[in-house]
């Protein structure tokens, strides 16, 4: 059987999918990059955003049409939310919510294991899969569902209550993934702060941590969004170990007091900055980033202008701004003073120019700096070369031109110009990059 896997939103959905796409591998099945040779299309959706929802609406249709006789199956937090009306769209075969999402593969192959015996999976983990994830990272879900209550959030919703998987488990697939070549895993989760809280750990991120720094050889270990509480003191101390990479994604949401209680985030501006205060104390380096939410019912123009000034003020490195959409079942779906399209936009556009202004500044430190890069993909080629990206382990998009190999390589790399979504840099003590066709 030929599978096209697509994962829509966070890097929960993008472990999820890569989970699925090891075990159709391991029950001899092919996982493909053309929609056209598919004969089971998996789209894991999201429901973060009314964009994102109809992101996974347009591509059914289009698929569809692309395919008629592939079977389109839709799972993640929309599937989960909106069963009915994603079941209504042209082309949708099969809905299939998130507690059933874990047994999926089994749904369309009886016979593919539920749990996989990870080394046996070697060989094929070095394969990067077309057409579902071509990461070089390992993205690994440790925790699923939140107990938090944010007012705009439904993901609670579509994931529900927090749940861990167990450490040992997590250890295991790591240490895998770095047999296997990778040199990077990336832990996720809905709510990653609260991993082990419902195993009765308070501290179980940080002893997760530990623990795969000690007992896996993974080089670079990176830590997805991380929500700005539930922090131990100490955590950041665990930043001493260099394969902890300096990047942070904290998401503050706004900028204002008056806001955050609204959207009943358990952050304050106080809090929050004093957070960022101590991260940077404890890790050189630190690539701050953020989510803010522009637009929350009942938004002032001074509250938003609290959020661009405190957004400045901490001097993130980059913003994912997104626009407020009411989500059905929240809280803050029924709230009053719901502000206007035009005002969102024209707000969304200003907390954007300053995100772009604040990541320019973030990047233009590091010019003439050398520092590691993770390649990932080739974006194109000129006379030199082709022209790869990657990331440094504190997280800036690099694009350099080099040899044909430079897949899931670690190499130094010279930043030679900023940009606000990255630089562009040039390999250094690297044998010049020779023609592909020699
Ligand atoms: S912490 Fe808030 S925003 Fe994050 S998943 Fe939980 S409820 Fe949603």
């Not at 929960?12 to 598919?38: F, K, P």
């Not at 809280?197 to 000690?214: K, S």
């Amino acid at each position: 059987m030929k599978v096209f896997l697509h994962s829509i939103g966070c890097r929960l959905n993008h472990s999820e999918i890569e989970t699925m796409a090891r075990q159709l591998l391991a029950a001899g099945h092919e996982i493909v990059s053309d929609t056209a040779v598919a004969d089971k299309i998996i789209i894991n959706t999201c429901a973060v955003t009314a964009e994102a929802a109809r992101d996974a609406r347009t591509m059914t249709r289009r698929l569809h049409r692309g395919n008629p006789d592939a079977e389109i199956i839709l799972t993640g937090c929309y599937a989960t939310i909106a069963p009915n009306e994603l079941a209504r769209v042209e082309g949708a075969s099969r809905i299939v919510v998130n507690n059933q999402k874990p047994q999926l593969v089994q749904m369309l192959v009886p016979n593919a294991p539920i749990s996989l015996p990870i080394f046996d999976q070697e060989p094929i983990l070095r394969e990067f899969l077309a057409g579902s994830v071509g990461h070089t990272r390992a993205f690994i879900k440790v925790q699923d569902g939140c107990n938090n209550r944010c007012t705009f959030c439904v993901t609670t919703i579509a994931r529900g209550e927090g749940k861990s998987r167990h450490l040992g488990d997590i250890v295991a697939e790591i240490q895998a993934f770095a047999q296997a070549g990778y040199q990077e895993a990336v832990l996720t989760g809905v709510h990653l702060g609260s991993y082990g809280h419902d195993l009765g750990n308070q501290t179980g991120l940080l002893e997760l941590v530990q623990a795969i720094l000690t007992h896996t050889d993974i080089p670079r270990l990176r830590l997805s969004s991380l929500e700005p509480w539930d922090i131990p003191p100490d955590f950041f101390r665990l930043w001493e170990n260099p394969r902890l990479l300096p990047h942070l994604h904290m998401p503050l949401q706004s900028g204002s007091d008056r806001i955050l209680r609204r959207m009943a985030r358990r952050t304050t501006r106080a809090s929050f900055r004093a957070l960022a205060q101590a991260a940077r104390t404890h890790i050189p380096d630190l690539n701050l980033s953020t989510d803010i939410i522009v637009g929350f019912p009942g938004e002032t123009e001074q509250d938003f202008a609290e959020s661009l000034d405190f957004v400045e003020e901490i001097g993130f490195s980059r913003l994912h701004v997104f626009s407020y959409s009411p989500r059905p079942g929240t809280a803050a779906a029924k709230m009053p003073n719901q502000i206007p399209g035009k005002v969102k936009k024209e707000r969304t556009q200003r907390m954007i120019a300053l995100g772009k202004q604040l990541s320019l500044q973030f990047h233009q430190r590091y010019v003439g700096q050398t520092l590691p890069v993770l390649w990932e993909t080739t974006v194109g080629a000129n006379e030199d070369g082709l022209r790869w990206v990657g990331y440094t382990d504190n997280y800036i998009r690099v694009s350099a031109i080099g040899s044909p190999n430079l897949m899931n390589k670690v190499l130094p790399v010279r930043l030679t110009e900023a940009r606000p979504d990255g630089a562009l840099g040039e390999l250094v003590g690297v044998a010049a990059p020779v023609d592909a066709g020699e």
